[in-house]
Structure formats: structure tokens, C-alpha cells
């Protein structure tokens, strides 16, 4: 249950991505700088009842109208304060309680928008000029001018053929100049990998969809903002032994491990196929996926990060399917207590979505890294790196929007890094750091546990340092 506290940053979220006003804008009207409301939003102060006050009084509402939830508060919300219907919107609204909201008792109450049925997967082709249907209160309103999802022809010959065709024509246009070849490469890496994919997509079982409407919970708090999804980054030393190494008691060699192709290794995973639809209670369906609002539970071992990595606060958050995952496994093997589920927002899902063109990249990956072919390494890298980077909300990518995908595939990487430091520490390897997407740091053989070299399934050794030393 979210405190009063956190259900009143929720809806002041929600207030300001829709009448679209700035924390400083927002800040002036009552009273208040830039850094005190953004500390008031982030939970480093409280909001005061007097602010509560000059809120609702800013926004044109009732104080208890304001308290009373993200969801009844945008209700209340004059129609004058509201973006023009030709302008694309998205209010992300926290869970309302549970019944009607009471009336709204001083503003015009918006008529809300009905709840609709989402089907298993979306159509083949949306059409640019049919409005989408109205989303359920707790998601985002969607732009009506959605591009329509382009038709795939089959590839004329097997995938990593795309890949390889490019770099050879790379080539002959830069006259064998490698350095040029690989600027051109990198600089259309977007396109391309978007093209690689839609080839990977054709006789595929499912139709996913390239531009669902996107759930409220989302959407960027700001422009230049996050969301609100917690994607499990690590940043995490063993404590205790550090504490012993700088106390002179001890000295350990330690291995800093570099996972390869962390990204392009994380593609495998489990992607939603259609739009997001909201559901509660404490309940995982592993033919679904999405993101969840969990209660993670208490961390029991303290020799392991927990696969929330680096977060501090307590209380529940939202977290993605793979971190959901790997905290029922972890409660599975007794590391941890249950997580427990109070919302989720999910589709149908597959763990096959990127997996042919995965396949086509490790190919050509392993190929080039065999023939010390740095060109086309490079090239590789820059595709499904920055088809990651670029699937959620980018300028970069015009052809999808699927940040609930982006979220998935960098938490997937972030547990395939914690499922390496658990490797380790059930061989009998010391886990002395877990950082960013790609290292680990170990204490003993861990050449008898992971295999060497620059393999999708192998690890290099970057650094070799000692613990108590002259670090």
C-alpha cells in the first residue's frame, strides 16, 4: 500500500506530464525553487500541507481532490489545463484505490476514458489514420498518428548475409580504407539493425507490435527524465571484505572479469508481443511478461548482491520480468524472502522475439573475432548496442517505440551478470565486486568455472589486482 506521501509524488508526476509544465514552472507558481520541489519529488523532503494547498490551488482542484490519487486528481483537472486532442499526451498514473473516486469537489470532473479488452497480440499493420482505441485509465494516452508497420520482405539469402553484404559494400565505397568503412558502418547502424531485424521477423509466429500504446508507468517523469521502471543495475563490493583488506588482515588476489556482448547476449529473453494491460494481486503468469510493482523482500545472503542491484531504498518499486525472475529463483533457493506482487502491467510474451537475429550477430561476431576482422566487430557491436539504446523513446528510431522492451533486455543483461557472480560463488569462488553490465570480480580459479576468451560464452580477464596490497 503507498503511503500518502508516495501517492501525492505520483500524482504531481502525473499533473505535470499533462499540462506539461516543468518542475521550475510548477516550482514558481507555489512558491518554492527548482531543487526544493525536485527534493520534495524524489523523497529527500516532504511536501508540507501548505504546499499541498498551493498545488491544488495551482491546478484548480481541492486539496482532498489532490490527495485523493493520481487518477481522481487528472479527473478533476479543468479541460482548459489539458493538451489540445491534436497533441500527443501521456499521464503516468499511479494505481488508484480501489472503488469509484469520489466525485471531484471543486473542478469539472473529465469524463474518463473506458476501459478496453486488449487482444493477445496486436494487428499486423496499424492504420495512421484510425485513432487508436481509449486506453484504460491507469495507461497512457497514445498519439493517433502512428506509423504504420512496414511490410517484410523476405531476405534474399540467410541473415548474417545482410551483415556481411554490408561491410563489403562499406569497403568498396571507402576504397579498402578501414577506419572509413567502419565510421560509415557505425554512423548507420540504426537502420540497419532495424532491417536485420524486420528480415528476422518474417513466417515469424507472432506478430508483435511496434507501436502499442504505452503504459502510463512508462512514460519519462520529464523531459530530459527517467521513468519509473528499476532495472537492477549492479553496484555492489563484498563489505566485509574489503573492510578486513584495508584493515591490513588479510590479501587477496582478485580477477576483474569482463562479460562479452552483454547486450547482444541479452536479446534473449522474455519480450511482450502486444500492449501492456494492467492487472493486481500477487500472481506471475510465466507466459506473460512486462513490468511489475513488487515488494521485493529481504536479501538473506550478504556474500551475493541481490539481483536489484545497487538500490538502497526500501519499500516496493517497479522492477522487470527478468528481475522478477531471477527473485523467485533467488526466494527459490533460499537467498532471499518472496517477492510479492501488487501490480503488474503484461502482454502475452515469447523468449523468441530477437532470437534469429541474436543468432545472425553471434555469427558474424565469432566470425570476425576469428579472422581479426575489427571492422566488422565494431559494426556488430554498434547494432545491437544501439538497437537497445534506441527502441524505447529515440530520435534515433522512428520505426518502433517499445521502451517496456529497452527496460527488458537491460535488466536481462544486469541478470545474466548477477547469474555469473552466483556461478562463481557456488564453485568456490570469492565474489568480490559486481558493477555496470559487464564485471565481476573474482578471488580464485576462476579459470576452472568460466572459459576464457571473446566468445559470447566466455569471459576476459581485464585487470589483476590485490586486495590488503598497494591499491
Given at each position: 500500500?503507498?503511503?500518502?506521501?508516495?501517492?501525492?509524488?505520483?500524482?504531481?508526476?502525473?499533473?505535470?506530464?499533462?499540462?506539461?509544465?516543468?518542475?521550475?514552472?510548477?516550482?514558481?507558481?507555489?512558491?518554492?525553487?527548482?531543487?526544493?520541489?525536485?527534493?520534495?519529488?524524489?523523497?529527500?523532503?516532504?511536501?508540507?500541507?501548505?504546499?499541498?494547498?498551493?498545488?491544488?490551488?495551482?491546478?484548480?482542484?481541492s486539496?482532498?481532490?489532490?490527495?485523493?490519487?493520481?487518477?481522481?486528481?487528472?479527473?478533476?483537472?479543468s479541460?482548459?489545463?489539458?493538451?489540445?486532442?491534436?497533441?500527443?499526451?501521456?499521464?503516468?498514473?499511479?494505481?488508484?484505490?480501489?472503488?469509484p473516486?469520489a466525485?471531484?469537489?471543486?473542478?469539472?470532473?473529465?469524463?474518463?476514458?473506458?476501459?478496453?479488452?486488449?487482444?493477445?497480440?496486436?494487428?499486423?499493420?496499424?492504420?495512421?489514420?484510425?485513432?487508436?482505441?481509449?486506453?484504460?485509465?491507469?495507461?497512457?494516452?497514445?498519439?493517433?498518428?502512428?506509423?504504420?508497420?512496414?511490410?517484410?520482405?523476405?531476405p534474399?539469402?540467410?541473415?548474417?548475409?545482410?551483415?556481411?553484404d554490408?561491410?563489403?559494400?562499406?569497403?568498396?565505397?571507402?576504397?579498402?580504407?578501414?577506419?572509413?568503412?567502419?565510421?560509415?558502418?557505425?554512423?548507420?547502424?540504426?537502420?540497419?539493425?532495424?532491417?536485420?531485424?524486420?528480415?528476422?521477423?518474417?513466417?515469424?509466429?507472432?506478430?508483435?507490435?511496434?507501436?502499442?500504446?504505452t503504459?502510463?508507468?512508462?512514460?519519462?517523469?520529464?523531459?530530459?527524465?527517467a521513468?519509473?521502471?528499476?532495472?537492477?543495475?549492479?553496484?555492489?563490493?563484498?563489505?566485509?571484505?574489503?573492510?578486513?583488506?584495508?584493515?591490513?588482515?588479510?590479501?587477496?588476489?582478485?580477477?576483474?572479469?569482463?562479460?562479452?556482448?552483454?547486450?547482444?547476449?541479452?536479446?534473449?529473453?522474455w519480450?511482450?508481443?502486444?500492449?501492456l494491460?494492467?492487472?493486481?494481486?500477487?500472481?506471475?503468469?510465466?507466459?506473460?511478461?512486462?513490468?511489475?510493482?513488487?515488494?521485493?523482500?529481504?536479501?538473506?545472503?550478504?556474500?551475493?548482491?541481490?539481483?536489484?542491484?545497487?538500490?538502497?531504498?526500501?519499500?516496493?518499486?517497479?522492477?522487470?520480468?527478468?528481475?522478477?525472475r531471477?527473485?523467485?529463483?533467488?526466494?527459490?533457493?533460499?537467498?532471499?524472502?518472496?517477492?510479492?506482487i501488487?501490480?503488474?502491467?503484461?502482454?502475452?510474451?515469447?523468449?523468441?522475439?530477437?532470437?534469429?537475429?541474436?543468432?545472425?550477430?553471434?555469427?558474424v561476431?565469432?566470425e570476425?573475432?576469428?579472422?581479426?576482422?575489427?571492422?566488422?566487430?565494431?559494426?556488430?557491436?554498434?547494432?545491437?548496442?544501439?538497437?537497445?539504446?534506441?527502441?524505447?523513446?529515440?530520435?534515433?528510431?522512428?520505426?518502433?517505440?517499445?521502451?517496456?522492451w529497452?527496460?527488458?533486455?537491460?535488466?536481462?543483461?544486469?541478470?545474466?551478470?548477477?547469474?555469473?557472480?552466483?556461478?562463481?560463488?557456488?564453485?568456490?569462488?570469492?565474489?568480490?565486486?559486481?558493477?555496470?553490465?559487464?564485471?565481476?570480480?573474482?578471488?580464485?580459479?576462476?579459470?576452472?568455472v568460466?572459459?576464457?576468451?571473446?566468445?559470447?560464452?566466455?569471459?576476459?580477464?581485464?585487470?589483476?589486482?590485490?586486495?590488503g596490497?598497494?591499491?
Amino acid at each position: 500500500m503507498m503511503s500518502t506521501e508516495e501517492t501525492l509524488r505520483l500524482t504531481v508526476a502525473a499533473l505535470m506530464q499533462l499540462t506539461r509544465e516543468r518542475q521550475p514552472d510548477v516550482a514558481a507558481a507555489i512558491g518554492l525553487t527548482q531543487p526544493q520541489l525536485s527534493r520534495r519529488q524524489s523523497g529527500k523532503s516532504a511536501w508540507t500541507l501548505t504546499d499541498c494547498d498551493r498545488l491544488a490551488a495551482h491546478w484548480g482542484m481541492s486539496t482532498l481532490d489532490l490527495l485523493a490519487g493520481p487518477t481522481h486528481a487528472v479527473g478533476c483537472l479543468s479541460a482548459a489545463r489539458r493538451p489540445t486532442a491534436d497533441a500527443q499526451a501521456a499521464v503516468p498514473l499511479a494505481p488508484s484505490a480501489p472503488g469509484p473516486p469520489a466525485p471531484c469537489s471543486a473542478a469539472p470532473t473529465a469524463t474518463p476514458a473506458p476501459a478496453e479488452t486488449a487482444p493477445a497480440a496486436a494487428p499486423a499493420a496499424l492504420a495512421s489514420s484510425a485513432a487508436p482505441a481509449p486506453a484504460p485509465a491507469l495507461a497512457a494516452v497514445a498519439s493517433s498518428a502512428v506509423p504504420r508497420t512496414p511490410r517484410r520482405a523476405a531476405p534474399a539469402g540467410p541473415l548474417p548475409d545482410l551483415i556481411r553484404d554490408r561491410v563489403v559494400a562499406a569497403l568498396t565505397e571507402a576504397g579498402g580504407d578501414a577506419d572509413v568503412a567502419q565510421a560509415a558502418l557505425i554512423k548507420r547502424a540504426v537502420p540497419d539493425v532495424m532491417a536485420l531485424f524486420a528480415a528476422s521477423r518474417v513466417g515469424g509466429r507472432y506478430e508483435h507490435s511496434e507501436f502499442p500504446p504505452t503504459a502510463g508507468i512508462l512514460q519519462k517523469r520529464s523531459q530530459k527524465g527517467a521513468d519509473a521502471i528499476w532495472e537492477g543495475r549492479p553496484k555492489w563490493r563484498s563489505a566485509d571484505l574489503h573492510r578486513a583488506a584495508r584493515a591490513g588482515h588479510i590479501t587477496v588476489d582478485v580477477t576483474a572479469l569482463d562479460m562479452n556482448a552483454a547486450y547482444l547476449a541479452a536479446l534473449k529473453t522474455w519480450l511482450p508481443i502486444g500492449k501492456l494491460t494492467h492487472s493486481e494481486g500477487d500472481h506471475h503468469d510465466p507466459k506473460r511478461s512486462g513490468v511489475h510493482l513488487v515488494d521485493p523482500g529481504e536479501w538473506l545472503t550478504p556474500d551475493l548482491p541481490s539481483p536489484l542491484g545497487s538500490r538502497q531504498e526500501p519499500g516496493p518499486l517497479w522492477i522487470t520480468e527478468p528481475t522478477l525472475r531471477a527473485l523467485i529463483r533467488c526466494a527459490g533457493m533460499d537467498l532471499c524472502t518472496p517477492p510479492k506482487i501488487m501490480e503488474s502491467w503484461t502482454s502475452g510474451a515469447s523468449e523468441g522475439l530477437l532470437e534469429k537475429m541474436r543468432r545472425a550477430l553471434v555469427t558474424v561476431r565469432d566470425e570476425a573475432i576469428a579472422n581479426n576482422d575489427e571492422v566488422t566487430t565494431e559494426y556488430v557491436k554498434s547494432m545491437y548496442s544501439k538497437f537497445v539504446s534506441t527502441i524505447g523513446e529515440s530520435a534515433a528510431n522512428r520505426e518502433i517505440r517499445r521502451p517496456d522492451w529497452m527496460h527488458i533486455i537491460r535488466s536481462q543483461a544486469f541478470v545474466n551478470l548477477w547469474l555469473k557472480a552466483h556461478k562463481a560463488h557456488k564453485a568456490g569462488l570469492t565474489v568480490v565486486q559486481v558493477s555496470g553490465t559487464d564485471e565481476l570480480h573474482v578471488s580464485g580459479n576462476w579459470q576452472a568455472v568460466f572459459p576464457e576468451g571473446r566468445g559470447l560464452s566466455q569471459v576476459k580477464a581485464k585487470n589483476i589486482y590485490t586486495l590488503g596490497g598497494d591499491e
